[in-house]
């Protein structure tokens, strides 16, 4: 059932995604190039379970959630630039500005963000003032004290020793906010209680950080033909992880914690939550 | 009168603009830097002169009002990068990346783009189907078709010789199009008439062309002082310009033009427009 779920979010999400239509200028090819590169799309699959496990259609969300994954792949683009973290692949393909240049990759960047907010503002998705709520719940997500702000501090943090709570503190910031914003999106948009909305932000926080030990932890025991992207790639930055930290095995237990915490999380949602539940164990379990 | 109107409106964008919060860490830093870095603020003052022209109060809107400073802020700051413009100066200071370094200028500006969404989507602006509104049709205008999409033409066209349609078309996208979102987004909130939008987009569309012209013969005769930048930079950048195509009187010929065009889009508004019609004088005559 897992799986055909999963599979029924993802036709949406890439149906929708073809169905967008760009130009043949550079821009607009820098920005399909990246927002096509095969992720994994967990953003709007989030929100789009997330909307379905308190009764709500997915559909009808649609161009919301895909806002999330149109956000997430500016965030790449502008990660990979040379004055940030400077890599040369991601997703085993070219980055994007080894393609088009910096200056398109930092324009296609941008564009992607604000395609993002026209997508969040559709016309149709539900209750104008839930979507006006959901607008200002993304921005701050992603903005100086969300996403924005963790980066900077990652950048910051580069080739210094940091400590747990440090670590943490980025990675609230540069994947935990925007998961937690997509979980919650699709819980508030679909009419979710109160007390369902406050069992989704918690779920997706505990994933959050599942998410990035999994990440940390794929960066020394992955290989770089799954991964896409160089193994141990954070070390050679000399940057610090749950695993530097932890070690191998404390990271594992860590991520493990983490899942039972989403997993306590879901438990108001009832039935509701069986995909949402399976998930956290499919982001314990990926490879890449 | 002009000056007095002029003055209550640069009064309330700048008080709204002191309260907002900044932390003390680099990034805050860096948006503040620019955002207070004595802009002429025209499209704030466009909005809420546009807002008053149909009978509606600006207080009402000045949080969306003020996101459109933060957009056009974030826009310089990301021109000026070396991968762009790689401009030094800017209002007569060193520009963002000189200051605070390229990664931190790029995700200054991302952050000022977000936050101008949440401004955007400020509660108790008025309607929120209205505001949705406003959101989709300034993502529009500041996105891969309008802003953004400017820009990549503009740093595409650098060195070659391009023709006056061309021209054009660049700087609707690069200047046009968030001046005209000003007006409309003033006078749709405030409730205007489809005629007095209209009209507001008529006139705005001729002030934006004639903002970009007076722009360029400043490049060729204004005073390096009086800029804050260097003048004849375009020249030097071997940038196509309105003086390079049309000669220093035609382009003066061609500005006088668009100001009476605005003038005369203004005609539906009444009394209504009287600020807004000597905004076009001040534009035409403006030293910098």
Redesign the interface.
Known sequence: MFKVTFQRYLTMIEQFLAQLSW?K????QS?HYSLIGGGKRIRPVLALASAESVGGDPETILPVAISLELIHT?SLI?DD?P??DNDDYRRGRLSNHKVF????A??A???L???A??L????GVGQ??R???I??EV??A???DGM??G??AD??GEGQMLTLGEIEKIHKGKTGALLTASARLGGILAGGTEQQVRALTDYAQALGLAFQIKDDILDVVGNSEILGKPAGSDFRQGKSTYVSLLGLEGAEYQLHAQIQKAQAALKPLDEGAIFLSELAYYIEQRQH
């Open positions: 130009d200028d550079i821009l607009n920005m500016y502008h630039l004055a940030m240049g910096e200056a398109n930092i324009l960047g941008d564009a963000l604000t395609y907010f026209e969040l503002a559709d016309p104008p003032e979507q006006l709520r607008i200002r921005a701050v992603v903005g100086k924005v702000g980066q900077v950048v910051a």
